[in-house]
């Protein structure tokens, strides 16, 4: 089993939760409709809640949103955190009304004055700040330096905006470098990570729909997590943040950084396939959607690889001549006809998930 050294970080408090030295990486969505449509942005707040999302960031574009604030806060039990750009007084109004962080990119707050104003407001209600830059958005000056919003720029952004935190004396800080260049966002991860130990959020920005997204962003924060960096993570797709959710933990687990509910397991079918795959593996993969246990559940088909893979799950199939052979914990349990192989799937699956 691999053996991770996750990167030293300095522990931070958002919350109910402890990001950074060590603690688990954890997965953030961010909401996807404005405060302002009251009663969606509460649906979906809990949607993403009920899904596992364990940080909630939401949009507070001006002073409009302020009022709905309170409502979001209290309507989940996870962390959230206000993203807010330009206008220093929407960050200490959010955080007046209960948001456990903030997200702000200090060089587009304004003065000093008023970074100085947002740090104090933060120190006073113990909240944490991220820092989120973002490779589409570096500010003139470093463009200018650098001539390209490349890895380099990236981390002298960065670090531009930790000194602006670190001279009011705050260090409840996290770090992201986002950019939708995975090569980009690597390298600029890498190198903010030999020279700070704050915690690090990670992301691959605007990765796509979610097909070509997932792919984005299982190399990009793959890479990184393997490394043993990253406290937190988010999966940005164009599409439902519930999907986000899920693909992040996925990623985790790959990795084997975190468990979280079941891991199906199929084969992709080739020439030598026994049973019909596709519509048992979408049906089981229906079925898990509801199960809470860490189970793993393999659906082969065929004798090559299928007895190994099934008896390794806690549940298996494996395909064989008009009839599939079920494994629970290792033992073959019996042969089943394809009409039988769901519904013993499913019995074999609900009594694991009840134990
Ligand atoms: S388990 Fe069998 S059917 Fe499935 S891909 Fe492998 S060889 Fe093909």
Known sequence: MFVYTRNETKPIRLGNVVLGGGNPIRVQSMLKVPLTAEKRALQQAQKLESVGCEILRFAVPDKNSLPYINSLVASVSIPTIADIHFDYRLAVAAIEKGVAGLRINPGNIGSTDRIRTVVEAAKAHQIPIRIGVNAGSLDK????????????????????????????????????????????????????????????????????????????????????????????????????????????????????????????????????????????????????????????????????????EAREADIGIAGGKNNGLLFIKGKPIGKYPPSELLPMLLKAINDLNKE
């Open 141 to 308: 000056e470093i463009l200018k330096k650098f001539k390209e919003p490349n890895a380099e720029a990236m981390v002298s952004s960065a670090f531009k905006h930790i000194r602006l935190l670190e001279q009011f004396h705050f260090d409840q800080i996290k770090i992201s470098l986002k950019a939708s260049s995975v090569t980009t966002t690597i390298e600029a991860y890498k190198r903010l990570a030999s020279i700070v130990d704050y915690p690090l959020h990670l992301g691959i920005t605007e990765a796509g729909p979610p097909g070509i997204g997932t792919a984005r962003s299982a190399v990009g924060l793959g890479i990184l997590l393997h490394e043993g960096l990253g406290d937190t993570i988010r999966v940005s797709l164009t599409g439902p943040p519930e999907e986000e959710v899920k693909i992040g933990f996925e990623i985790l687990k790959a990795l084997g950084l975190r468990s979280h509910g079941p891991t199906l397991i199929s084969c992709p079918t080739c020439g030598r396939c026994q049973i019909d795959i596709l519509p048992l593996v979408r049906e089981v993969e229906n079925i898990l959607a509801a199960v809470s246990a860490d189970l793993s559940v393999a659906v082969m088909g065929c004798v090559v690889n299928g007895p190994g």
